[in-house]
């Protein structure tokens, strides 16, 4: 199984701001999901914003094909995932690694 960066979030204070920096900067085009959250729609690897403290580095999501399954293996391995969440890309688990490096697991809606 190939694991790849599938998907990546930069967190920022004011979700509005951000978009119109970055659709100035990059010329990415946003859809709002919600009051937290807005798609990037035309990037090459699915990118988003979160409402948050702002990023030192992007939250980074490597896909899956079976999120339960890899959440699981977290889990015999040491580390420890939380909640497996859902949203209109696909669901999502923000895991640790046995040494508590931070990073998620994304399986496609796809």
């Known amino acids: 199984?190939?694991?790849?960066?599938?998907y990546y979030t930069l967190s920022v204070r004011d979700l509005d701001r951000a978009a119109a920096f970055?659709?100035?900067l990059f010329g990415w085009e946003f859809v709002r999901e919600h009051d937290t959250y807005l798609h990037a729609g035309n990037t090459a690897v699915p990118t988003g914003l979160t409402v948050g403290e702002p990023s030192v580095l992007p939250n980074l999501y490597y896909q899956v094909d079976d999120l339960d399954a890899a959440v699981?293996?977290?889990g015999k391995l040491g580390g420890r995932a939380g909640e497996i969440q859902e949203s209109k890309t696909g669901r999502f688990a923000v895991v640790h690694d046995d040494q508590e490096t931070c990073f998620s697991l994304w399986q496609s809606a796809a």
């Open 72 to 74: 699981e293996l977290v």
């Open 22 to 24: 970055y659709t100035a």
């Open 1 to 6: 199984m190939a694991v790849n960066l599938g």
